[in-house]
């Protein structure tokens, strides 16, 4: 191979040959490389893809630019992890082709080879994608015979293509799940204003069922019991803004039963849920839309959160929490039952010498007052005003209306805080970059802070 380049020699200068990543021994170590979540080496992140479980590992694969730090040149990316926490980045698994690049999607393990793509001893994983060129999106189907390591893709694609029905360029981002009362496969699809049901036997010819309208991008679509109980449950429809609808799903279509509602904010977007977690648990992770400047990567992913339905004052709603997999990252530093806010300031400040990896859960009263919250460097993580019922803005009122207590659990990473209000009620993400040599200090007249407690969040790396 010959390069030729018009321009300074110092570039030239600066390529090497080598059997590894140049540079991979000081990776994980950046400046601006987040601790406690996961990141590609090198190149653009954006959307979480085909999560699954299988064979005792969680699959993480994701849009991909490999060769540069923007958008651009969409492949899926691959990592791979023992416990939702831990992540190890593998070769990446699908590459632009004759159809377009390669758009988001889902995975589903096919036990009994409805596909035909394995054996009945040897089951594939099967894999729903869009292929994304400048006049249309189609969508096409994958398959991996060695568990998720490699992805042959089905000769047959495309298997749905539906821009001339919906006269748009946007149709995309295929959820598969098996329907177990109709004994057959359910894709959900985002086409143009909503999001679509299609059916199918074997994976690869599909027929279309319904539409419901509202939605944008990356659909998902699932059943939950309501506060644990089996016997009572509601089917969950969300998309990339996570917004979602609470409603009953047939198999073919699906009906609110209420509003639009939305549980989480800030920098997460396109989240999807793992397929085949263990014990029903749905796990979701999203895309945190954060800058890395002067990185050789950009973007994130959030931390793994668990979904459930409970039941609340105002009827039904979802709540997302951290798993519990991530205790296993704390290692304790202080904590106190009840502080007064200046003192609560003072002893913060004095005890967190590093901002690398923190983790706080605390109770906010606001004794008469009707703002409060804590901020670090000088921003504040948590603004809430119980005057106007919001938390940095956006509206939020607790179970009781007429309560003074906050609580809230708050993870801060390098380039990310991520929050969570009363068990997940609500919850939110902010980029964050340390902008004034101050600690982390709470703030509001005559505030007690109760149940106070900080870990250090130790590196996944």
Not at 223 to 242: C, I, K
Request: net charge negative; glycine share 8%; aromatic share 12%.
């Amino acid at each position: 191979m010959e390069l030729t380049y018009e321009g300074s020699r110092k570039a030239l200068e600066n390529i090497v040959l080598c059997d590894s990543i140049y540079g991979e021994s000081a990776m994980y170590k950046e400046k601006n490389r987040p601790q406690f979540h996961f990141t590609t080496r090198r190149g653009w992140i954006n959307d979480p893809n085909g999560l699954v479980f299988h064979n005792g590992l969680y699959h993480l694969y994701y849009q991909h630019n490999p060769y540069e730090r923007e958008w651009e040149n969409m492949t899926w990316g691959h990592a791979t992890s023992p416990d939702l926490v831990h992540w190890t980045e593998h070769d990446d698994v699908l590459f632009p082709d004759r159809l377009g690049t390669m758009y988001s999607g889902s995975a589903v393990f096919d036990e009994q080879n409805t596909s035909s793509f394995g054996t009945r001893e040897s089951p594939p994983l099967v894999y729903a994608y869009t292929a994304d060129r400048s006049d249309r999106e189609v969508q096409c189907i994958a398959y991996s015979l060695d568990g998720g390591m490699t992805l042959k893709k089905y000769k047959g694609n495309p298997v749905i293509d539906s821009c001339d029905k919906w006269e748009t360029h946007d149709t995309r981002d295929p959820r598969l799940f098996w329907y177990e009362p109709g004994k057959h496969w359910v894709m959900v699809l985002n086409e143009r204003d909503g999001h679509s049901i299609y059916n199918s036997d074997n994976l690869r010819d599909w027929t279309y069922d319904s539409h419901v309208t509202g939605f944008w991008e990356c659909p998902d679509l699932f059943e939950l019991p309501v506060d644990g109980n089996p016997g009572n449950t509601r089917w969950v429809m969300y998309g990339a803004s996570n917004t979602y609808m609470i409603g009953t799903f047939d198999g073919k279509t699906f009906v609110p039963q209420g509003g639009k509602y939305r549980f989480c904010t800030g920098t997460i977007y396109a989240a999807q849920t793992i397929s085949h977690a263990p014990n029903g648990r749905r796990i979701q992770i999203g895309w945190g839309r954060v800058s890395h400047p002067d990185m050789s990567f950009n973007g994130m992913m959030l931390l793994p959160t668990e979904l459930k339905l409970v039941t609340t004052s105002d009827g039904v709603r979802m709540i997302s929490r951290p798993i519990d997999e991530m205790q296993s990252l704390l290692q304790g530093v202080l904590s106190y039952e009840g502080l007064l806010n200046a003192d609560a300031a003072n002893r913060l400040v004095d005890s967190l010498s590093c901002l690398d990896g923190i983790h706080l859960v605390f109770t906010l009263h606001l004794n008469h007052r009707t703002s409060a919250g804590v901020s670090l460097a000088g921003r504040n993580l948590l603004d809430y005003d119980s005057n106007f019922n919001t938390i940095n803005g956006q509206f939020y009122s607790p179970q009781d209306p007429t309560s003074m207590d906050l609580t809230a659990e708050i993870y801060i990473d390098r380039t990310n805080v991520e929050v969570f209000i009363d068990g997940g009620l609500y919850s939110y993400s902010m980029e964050w970059h340390e902008r004034k040599p101050e600690g982390l200090r709470f703030w509001g007249t005559n505030l007690t802070v109760s149940g106070l407690k900080v870990d250090r969040v130790k590196s996944i790396w």
